[in-house]
């Protein structure tokens, strides 16, 4: 009766017990990873749209307005996809025989839609609602990300459960004066560029509730920040007109941190306890 | 993971995607129906059991498939089972299942979503907001005025209009589910013409040269449904004018000629009546189910005017409701006193009361009732009334137009007036003269509007043959039916929401009804079909409208226009009494009937789908009737002694055999209905024609219906039949749940041995679920509802712990865990915490709150199969009680749907924690983090959830996914759903809130079944907040918690009724 | 580490349980240590006369236990109390009682498993090759009916002739050397 | 033969039956006449045996057919939904739990058998623990199927883990389902541990007996190279003893946690603090049910009388009995309850209970489960008459499957809302899938008579007289010493 194992046998049986645990271990960080990667969740991924439309080069390069095209965003659940005649209206003048826009004339003179790939596609069953975001001080670019610097639309972010959750469990992170809403650069009030702020009338919509600067009042008298980074900081921009009606006291109070802002904020706007935005049935019907 | 909600509608992508080249046009883009009704028919041949909107991968299979399965499955065989059939989407499901495996967020990759913009967006479109629209629904009892919600130029939801003098705002049950009619797709979509795809231009062509070719219109007929619109009136003068010779007749299966025939003889013209309820402290229904529905006169303002008087007030005087009827109705069980009589008792009994001597041979307990009855009549000082039903003999009318002057109640709380049909008619009779000038050839063009007499027509008429006999027969119609499918012509109907015109109002208050949307098929109305044979037949409907509305529009007329059709309704077209009050009585004209002989028939429109106009719309086919709880059938309805004479046991097949005609219908008993009488309900039995949902369901009663015996008829036989048929009930109490131990309880150990006491109902009672006292006893005990016996509160009982009371707070476990009473730290304002008060005084059970909810949550129709093992879907139903003996019991109405407990049963056990409560007090149901483990079902007391057990919603079929409200998901297999106290509402409210930076008002947000209910029997609202209705409600003595004792602290509360009998009856 | 070779020890094959158990006692006496028995089943005898007494089994065991409830707990607590606190019926965030049962479950689970994979791995297993299965006669009666006693060369007292010597004075069956 | 005489005819004067042990009157665990190595022969031949019974193929492949019913079954389910059931509202459970609990009822008495009697020191459990254990493993196979397929939607069935997720969400631990997921993984785990701990010996033997080079492998690897050493020996059963310590009260717990998904819902007729305890002895009582049921016909099949004696017969029906009269109270205590509480809802789901539609449900229980039972077990004569122990053993486990469906059906159709009141009916998909389990339990029972040891032979040994240690050369000793 000989041995029925090689000698090697038992550090193989050893081994292989220890790559099995080894193999479990891997395959559930794959699988935590995978949920979270792109591929996924199609974050950075620039589908192929009928014109390659550049969010840049109207934004960050014309200046236009965010409004301009998603018209109904402070007003409605959806921002709006603008129709074709919004890319007419210029378009009828410039750039009119441009191989790119053939699509746009297409449509216009055949009436029939443009078709845009989605790019923030949220899951069927989630109600999101741009109108009471961009009215309660979150702006696009804490969603949407630096859209000004997209020459073609992409996710900035995962647009996952979690990632809504951080938002709704502390939203003070992430508030801003309801007029710096369309403003991409806004980095929140630091040290070097304090941010004041005053609460005017009250009553009346949050939006009008709290006005803001980033040039000292005690100064030469507020006016209404204007932090486009990419633009000189003197240059006087469209942004620099303070709101009519608006009568400032000087009762202003200086932030120097987000957090302290977003506190002052969340008081002002009213913002729901993360209690209740964390519910349920906030975002699911 | 699998796509659970499939939110449609105005979700950015749906809302751009349905709606591409701007403006209202929307609808072109719908992709017409997938098959002709022939296909769908040769494809379900032989196949039982339905379904809503079968899709057509199950229609694709073939017979012998379907044979195997049946045979697999008795019991739930057909389309039950077979939502869709082994399919592509099978397939996705496993798929998805395999792929949710894979990547372990649950969460497969979503495939690429399209975004279609406008071209133009209209200007004042704001994607996601609804627009409301006013408009009305004309409907031969009168027309209901309506506010459309609308999406995107898509309507998706009916309700009341709430600026109308006469509805404020209230709907029922048929309005609502107009919405879905609208959708159907069984619609027909073209014109026809022998069967083949002609156009309207073709029709109009014919129809004008064949009217011109005639002399003067001779032999050019035209048979319409009741007419209501002044301008379609005012079209056929302009007719008339051109050709004197062509003849109008009107023609409805249910009809009112019972009263045009007495107000003719009483007031020598045709003559409506109104009541004014809200003056009349004693009400007389003689057979008028004035709160069942729509199908009488003037449901809306009656109601909600008797519920308001019989709401239990502190130095208010209660109305007294005495109904004599036949088929038990709501109205028959919300009376005080209830007497069941056969429809020809009934004449003479009105007649006895008219001449103030009691009826021979009547019973004791009936001379008991008459006594007091005609007391409680005349003491009441005029401030009574008397109202026939419209399907009562005219000897009853007469007799209540005589009561009412007799009493003096004219003026007071009646007023005559002209009828809202401005062609008033008596049906049959015209009827008649047409199917003989038919027979004797005269007729070259029969045009139908609307009507299908082929279904209809009383069979003794012939009609079929006389059909025949006309050369060319056209029909408007908004289904391909049993009289289209033989005609030569078939004009597809346009959808009320989808054409102009105008109707008026019970009060007769003139809407202008105008279009919501194009019409999807690009139907007509009766207005273009008269406006062919006129001067310029291109006239639209609305120029025609418009031009006949300048007569009865006063003021400028643009302006006025407007605000018309702004307001939903023309100011200053209401009607004002007639002179020459009551005339003379008319008793004498309609001698009492020969005594019967034999069985009773008595014919009745369907409570939920009428006169078989409905047979094709879903949510009223399933709709649990009122009081029978019969859903997708009809049933000879017979009293407990009837079916015991006829040795018929509930589900027994019975034959009915009436002058030689026969008909085969399942025998059901229903507690009160009196003895030797079967009433039998109209609308059912229809073929293929009427559409994918009305085919087949239940048995034909018009089979047996002839002219002279339109309402009722005696001399009839009934024997059982062999085999049974499982009739379709929501609720089995009426049949298995009866018996002998109804009556066991420990405190009167009394044995009901022959069974004729509703278990169900006594329990109902033992358990303290339905309580209510007497007037006098509320009086004696303002707290009745909580302590102390009265009459229907069993409470304390010796043996017994207190049922259904609350527990002492601190007796809870967790006394103070949850505060729903915490304080905004920046406003200081105290948070909401959401709900409701039902007022079980006011809801009178007619299921407008149900087909309210159907609309606005998106519930899917899961069909008769699926009904029968108890898998409907309502979220809201109306829970019926018969409380003592059956023979003539009381009953009680308690609508019924989640209770939002702050102690939820469900919550505790959900495993993936899918149900959980909101800070604001909500028991939210999370749809997509549901895995369907039904425990929640289990610990739910109310059994107020509901499981999609098979894939019920109807993901396929195009012009559905129009009609869904795009704030609620639809809801896929597997899915445990409930009352949502309509969150979606809630949360737009709280958004508009929240911008203007205020707080939400008491009464901004309405649910679904509030919003529709006639009588506002539901009050929803914050009730952290003293001064909002619902907590005022909540604050009553009389405002109890089902089932309290089990301490789950449900937020939704009932108010206990109060009733005020006669006190020598009670 | 190259493979060991030459002898590992002498294995003596008995017939009874006693043999054994006296033989091995002897040994004992005679200064062997680094010696063992095999049986077809477990006699207790013969560990005494090993002078093998306590294993650690039990104390992993305890220590699986621990952390399995341990683990169980602290998980429930931070998922119901600060992962995602909700109102579920009602209920307090941290409801104890409730907790306990899969914490109770998970106790044992860990228990278990200690015990059994460390009973496995304080006897050195899998160690599919051993030097005693090249006896001839090992595997022919170590795990059926006959009863070993193996003196390892590792012992000091270790002597190929001596030793075997030594276990022929047992009513030894046969006495065999058992190479690396 | 040695059993024949008394198997046929127990009244036969016990003196003279080979199988009686003269001193104690009892049955002899092992017949006379065994050694060591006929033990080993005999169990290891079964296995290690080149020519396989033609019957075990043929039961194989019956066993195969019937469980085709559950592939069949589940695919159709998976594909349509459990509308194909015979679920409804109220009543949204039905068969899927009532199978459950029944399943893992009878996975209780393996571990009974193993661990509490080890524990005992009933060493007669020896013959009969490993597939007694095996039982309990398959059991807990099927039951585990149907929580995983009575859920809506399967797929996602994996919620009930707390795994980390992008959602943020997790289990909700207040619910009995959340409790049952650990309480049945883990019973599942530590009884396929404790079972093939107990194997490792014998594979050991296997793998040395074996002559077929892959069975000498196969069995080699599962032996982990077990080699019988002394020290090995007391680390092993310090840790059997220890898995046993652990499995008692986890046996106890699990189907505990089990009555919870009754005891804490609200419902009248599940709302009782009765549910552990009887559920635990109805678990043992149809456990030990199902053990004969298999161990009868097997002991025959393979001629093991010798092995697995009348003794072990008579004993478990002394322990069904004793289990049986626990149930028994337990219906008791909730009859007398219902009146005592004074409860409406109680008294009012007793008597639903009893004389409601589904009264005849009722009946058949407390007939097969306690009025056949308990009435026979008393009588020794029946007790070690085989065919009627068999027989009985059936019985008892139809009486234990009507227990669950009283519990679950009956409650539920008729509770607090009589508007909602209805009935529940199963369809054919609810059969299919049920005998399908069954089929798939025998499938795998097959498997294991066939290719493990289904009696350890170590812990037979054990109880041969030649394991006894003579000592006479230690008292020389010791004197010499002392000298």
């Known amino acids: 009766m000989a041995q029925v194992f090689d000698r090697s046998s038992n550090a193989l049986a050893r081994f292989s017990l220890v790559l099995t645990g080894v193999i479990v271990i891997a395959l559930g960080v794959t699988l935590d990873q995978l949920q979270r990667s792109p591929w996924v969740t199609r974050q950075g991924q620039r589908p192929d749209q009928p014109i390659p439309f550049s969010h840049k080069h109207h934004v960050e390069g014309l200046g236009l307005q965010c409004q301009y095209c998603h018209t109904q965003v402070e007003k409605a659940a959806y921002a709006g996809i603008p129709p074709t005649k919004t890319c007419i209206n210029c378009h009828a003048q410039i750039w009119t025989n441009a191989e790119l826009l053939e699509p746009v004339r297409q449509s216009w003179a055949t009436g029939a839609s443009i078709q845009w790939i989605r790019v923030h596609d949220l899951p069927d069953y989630v109600y999101f609602n741009h109108e009471i975001h961009v009215n309660k001080g979150i702006g696009c670019a804490s969603c949407h990300g630096r859209v000004d610097e997209m020459p073609l639309m992409y996710q900035q972010n995962t647009l996952q459960m979690e990632w809504c959750l951080n938002c709704h469990r502390n939203p003070a992170v992430n508030l801003r004066p309801t007029s710096e809403i369309y403003n991409m650069a806004w980095a929140g009030p630091s040290s070097e560029r304090p941010v004041w702020c005053t609460s005017t009338v009250t009553g009346g919509a949050t939006a009008q509730n709290v006005s803001c600067t980033t040039m000292n009042p005690s100064g030469k008298g507020p006016e209404v920040a204007m932090l486009q980074m990419n633009t000189e900081a003197n240059g006087p921009t469209s942004s620099d007109v303070p709101p009519l009606g608006i009568t400032m006291p000087a009762s202003y109070q200086k932030f120097t941190s987000q957090m302290d802002l977003g506190k002052y904020l969340t008081a002002q706007y009213h913002i729901r306890n993360p209690e209740q935005l964390s519910s349920c049935e906030t975002c699911h019907r | ?1066 | 580490m190259p493979p060991r070779e030459g002898v590992y020890g002498l294995l003596a094959e008995f017939n009874t349980p006693s043999e054994l158990v006296h033989a091995t006692e002897e040994a004992h006496r005679a200064g062997y240590r680094r010696m063992e028995c095999y049986t077809p089943y477990p006699v207790e005898e013969a560990a005494e006369a090993l002078h093998f007494h306590k294993t650690r089994v039990p104390l992993v065991c305890l220590i699986g236990g621990l952390m399995g409830v341990t683990t169980a707990f602290l998980m429930e607590t931070w998922i119901n109390v600060w992962a995602y606190p909700l109102n579920i019926a009602g209920r307090p965030l941290f409801s104890w009682p409730a907790f306990i049962i899969p914490a109770y479950e998970w106790t044992i689970l860990f228990a278990g498993f200690s015990a059994a994979l460390g009973m496995i791995a304080l006897n050195g297993l899998p160690q599919l090759y051993h030097p005693v299965f090249n006896a001839p006669n090992f595997r022919n009666g170590a795990t059926t009916d006959k009863f070993f006693l193996c003196l390892e060369a590792v012992d000091p007292k270790f002597s190929l002739s001596e030793t075997r010597a030594f276990l022929e004075q047992f009513p030894a069956v046969s006495v065999v050397e058992v190479d690396h | 033969m040695a059993t024949k005489g008394p198997m046929q005819d127990p009244s036969v004067d016990p003196v003279i039956d080979p199988m009686i042990d003269p001193r104690t009157g009892e049955y002899a665990v092992i017949a006379p006449g065994h050694n060591f190595k006929s033990v080993t022969q005999k169990i290891a031949g079964i296995v290690l045996t080149s020519n396989t019974p033609l019957g075990w193929f043929f039961g194989l492949i019956v066993a195969a057919g019937v469980a085709m019913g559950l592939v069949i079954g589940c695919t159709w389910l998976f594909l349509k939904g459990v509308g194909i059931w015979g679920v409804t509202i109220p009543g949204a459970w039905g068969f899927a739990i009532i199978n459950f609990v029944w399943w893992i009822g009878i996975g209780h008495a393996g571990t009974l058998i193993s661990a509490i009697l080890l524990l005992f020191k009933q060493t007669w459990r020896n013959s009969i623990n490993r597939f007694a254990e095996a039982m309990t493993i398959f059991a807990v196979v099927c039951a585990g199927t149907f929580p995983l397929i009575h859920v809506g939607r399967p797929w996602l069935a994996y919620w009930l883990f707390p795994y980390p997720n992008t959602m943020n969400v997790w289990p909700q631990f207040r619910s009995p389902l959340a409790w049952d997921v650990f309480a049945v993984s883990t019973y599942a785990s530590i009884s396929i541990i404790f079972w093939y701990i107990g194997m490792i010996p014998d594979f050991g033997t296997l793998r040395d007996r074996a002559t077929m080079p892959a069975a000498k492998y196969f069995y080699g690897m599962l032996s982990l190279g077990w080699r019988g050493s002394t020290r090995h020996w007391i680390r092993y059963e310090s840790a059997s003893l220890l898995l046993a310590g652990l499995s008692t009260p986890l046996v106890l717990s699990v189907h505990t946690v089990i009555s919870f998904d009754f005891a804490v819902a609200a419902l009248a007729g599940w709302h009782t603090t009765i549910f552990p305890p009887y559920f635990v002895a109805g678990a043992v009582y149809s456990g030990f049910a199902m053990v004969l049921t298999l161990a009868i016909p097997i002991r025959k099949f393979y001629h093991m009388e010798d092995l697995v004696t009348l003794r072990h017969l008579d004993n478990m029906a002394k322990v069904m009995l004793a289990t049986g009269s626990i149930v028994a109270y337990g219906y008791g205590m909730e009859v007398f309850m219902a009146w005592f509480s004074a409860s409406h809802w109680e008294f009012f789901m007793m008597w639903n209970r009893m004389f409601g539609p589904m009264g005849w449900a009722y009946w058949i229980l407390i007939l097969t489960n306690i009025a056949i039972p308990l009435t026979t077990l008393w009588s020794r004569k029946l007790r070690v008459n085989v065919t009627f122990l068999f027989i009985l053993s059936l019985i008892v486990n139809t009486g234990m499957w009507f227990e669950r469906f009283v519990i679950v059906v009956t409650s539920l159709y008729r509770e607090y809302l009589p508007s909602s009141w209805g009935t529940y009916r199963a369809t054919k998909w609810d059969y299919m899938i049920y005998v399908g389990t069954m089929g798939l339990f025998t499938f795998l029972f097959f498997l294991f008579v066939r290719f493990l040891p289904m009696i350890p032979m170590s812990e037979i040994r054990m109880m041969l007289p030649q394991t006894k240690v003579t000592r006479g050369v230690d008292a020389e000793t010791a004197t010499e010493e002392t000298a």
């Not at chain 2, 032989?46 to 195997?68: C, M, Q, V």
């Not at chain 2, 009680?892 to 989640?898: G, K, L």
């Open chain 2, 1 to 1066: 993971m699998m796509k659970i909600g499939n939110k449609t509608g105005t979700d950015e992508t749906m809302a751009e995607m349905k709606a591409p080249a701007g403006q209202p046009v929307v609808v072109t883009q719908i992709a017409p129906a997938k098959m002709t009704l022939a296909e769908v028919h040769a494809k379900l041949d032989g196949k039982t059991g339905r379904r809503f909107w079968k899709n057509l991968d199950e229609l694709a299979d073939t017979p012998a498939f379907h044979e195997l399965m049946r045979e697999e499955f008795p019991r739930q065989a057909g389309a039950g089972e077979w939502v869709d059939a082994v399919s592509r989407r099978g397939f996705l499901k496993v798929m998805g299942a395999s792929l949710a495996l894979a990547g372990l967020a649950g969460c497969t990759k979503q495939p690429d979503e399209p975004i279609f913009p406008y071209i133009k967006q209209p200007e004042d479109l704001v994607l996601g907001k609804p627009m409301y629209f006013a408009t009305a629904y004309p409907f031969p009892t009168g027309a209901i005025p309506v506010l459309v919600k609308s999406d995107s130029f898509r309507p998706i939801k009916v309700d009341g209009n709430p600026e109308h003098p006469m509805s404020k705002g209230k709907s029922d049950a048929f309005t609502q589910a107009t919405l879905l009619d609208l959708y159907d797709p069984d619609r027909s979509q073209h014109v026809l013409h022998r069967g083949e795809v002609a156009s309207w231009g073709e029709f109009q062509q014919a129809f004008a040269t064949a009217a011109k070719k005639s002399s003067g219109g001779q032999g050019i007929y035209f048979l319409s449904e009741t007419i209501t619109s002044p301008t379609l009136a005012a079209q056929w003068k302009q007719v008339q004018a051109a050709y004197p010779q062509a003849k109008m007749v009107q023609w409805e299966p249910v009809n009112q000629d019972s009263s045009r025939a007495a107000s003719k003889a009483a007031f020598g013209s045709y003559t409506d009546a109104q009541y004014k309820l809200e003056e009349a402290d004693v009400i007389l229904s003689l057979d008028a189910d004035f709160l069942g529905g729509i199908a009488h006169p003037g449901f809306l303002p009656l109601a909600s005017d008797y519920a308001e008087r019989h709401r239990y007030e502190e130095g208010k005087t209660m109305n007294r409701l005495y109904v004599v009827e036949t088929m038990p109705t709501v109205t028959g069980f919300k009376a005080e006193h209830r007497l069941a009589l056969k429809p020809s008792e009934i004449a003479t009994f009105a007649q006895a009361l008219a001449s103030g001597s009691a009826p021979q041979g009547a019973t004791a307990e009936q001379q008991k009732f008459f006594a007091a009855l005609s007391a409680d009549l005349k003491n009441s000082g005029g401030k009574c009334v008397v109202i026939p039903g419209e399907q009562a003999s005219p000897a009853v009318h007469a007799a209540a137009y005589a009561l009412n002057s007799s009493l003096g109640a004219v003026g007071k709380t009646v007023i005559y007036t002209e009828t809202v049909n401005p062609m008033p008619s008596e049906q049959v009779a015209d009827l008649k003269s047409l199917v003989a000038d038919m027979k004797g050839g005269k007729v070259q063009w029969l045009v139908m509007l609307g009507v299908n007499p082929i279904y209809s027509a009383p069979w003794d008429l012939g009609f079929r043959d006389a059909f025949a006999n006309v050369p060319v027969t056209a029909q408007l119609a908004s289904h391909v039916d049993e009289t289209g499918a033989i005609s030569n012509w078939h004009i597809n109907k346009a959808h009320y929401l989808e054409s102009w015109s105008d109707a008026r109002a019970y009060d007769g208050t003139i809407s202008i009804i105008q279009p919501m949307i194009d019409p999807m098929y690009g139907g007509k109305s009766a207005h273009d079909v008269l406006q062919a044979l006129l001067a310029d037949p291109q006239q639209s409907a609305y120029d025609v409208v418009v031009a006949n509305a300048k007569i009865y529009i006063k003021g400028d007329f643009a302006t006025s226009w407007r605000k018309a059709l702004h307001d939903g309704w023309v100011e200053g077209t209401a009607f004002t009494a007639k002179a020459g009050g009551a005339g003379k009585s008319a008793v004498a004209s309609f001698p009492a009937a020969a005594a019967p002989s034999g069985l009773e028939i008595s014919f009745r429109p369907d409570p939920s789908i009428y006169d078989g106009r409905f047979a094709n719309v879903g949510w009223l086919q399933e709709l649990p009737k009122q009081v029978t709880n019969l859903s997708w059938d009809n049933a000879a309805i017979m009293s407990i002694n009837t079916l015991a004479d006829l040795k018929l046991d509930e589900s027994d097949p019975v034959k009915i055999s009436l002058n030689g005609r026969e008909v085969i219908a399942p025998a059901m008993m229903i507690p009160g209905h009196p003895d030797g009488v079967i009433t039998v309900h109209l609308g059912f039995g229809r073929g293929v024609e009427s559409g994918r949902v009305g085919e087949g369901v239940g048995f034909d009663a018009y089979q047996i219906r002839t002219t002279d015996g339109l309402l009722s008829v005696s001399g009839a036989t009934a024997k059982k039949v062999p085999g049974t048929y499982d009739l379709c009930i929501t609720k089995v109490h009426n049949i298995e749940h009866r018996g002998s131990f109804a009556q066991h309880d420990l405190e009167k150990p009394l044995s009901d041995k022959d069974g004729v006491y509703s278990l169900a109902g006594h329990e109902a009672e033992e358990r303290s679920i339905i309580r209510y006292a007497t007037v006098d006893e509320v009086k004696k005990n303002p707290n009745f509802a909580h302590e102390g016996g009265a009459s229907g509160t069993l409470i304390d009982k010796v043996g017994y712990s207190p049922q259904g009371e609350k527990v002492p707070h601190d007796n809870s476990f967790f006394p103070d865990n949850w505060n729903y009473e915490k304080q905004d730290p920046s406003t200081l304002k105290i948070q909401n915490a959401w709900g409701m008060a039902i007022d079980l005084n006011s809801c009178i059970g007619c299921n407008a709150c149900i087909v309210s909810c159907y609309a606005e949550n998106n519930i899917p129709v899961v069909g008769r199969e699926q009904v029968k093992v108890g898998r409907n879907m309502q979220w809201l139903r109306i829970d019926t009680y018969f409380e003592g003996d059956l023979h003539a019991p009381k009953a009680h109405f308690q609508p019924m749907a989640c209770q939002h407990c702050e102690n939820a049963g469900c919550e505790q056990v959900c495993p993936v924690g899918a149900t959980v409560h909101t800070p604001e007090g909500l028991n939210t149901m999370v749809y997509n983090r549901c895995v369907g483990t039904r425990y929640c079902s289990n610990n739910c007391p109310y059994k107020v959830r509901r499981f999609n057990f098979l894939l019920y919603s109807d993901y396929d079929t195009e012009s559905l996914k129009f009609m869904r409200n795009p704030d609620v998901s639809v809801r896929s297999r597997g899915v445990m759903e409930k009352c949502s106290y309509c969150v979606q509402r809630i949360e737009a409210a709280k958004i508009t809130a929240d911008k203007e930076n205020r707080e939400i008002r008491d009464g901004e947000i309405v649910t679904a079944c509030q919003q529709a209910c006639p009588t506002s029997a539901i009050t929803f609202g914050n009730i952290n907040d003293k001064a909002s209705k619902v907590a005022k409600a909540k604050a009553e003595e009389r405002d109890y918690q089902v089932l309290a004792d089990l301490n789950f602290r449900p937020r939704t509360t009932y108010t206990a009724g109060v009733i005020n009998p006669h006190p020598e009856l009670a």
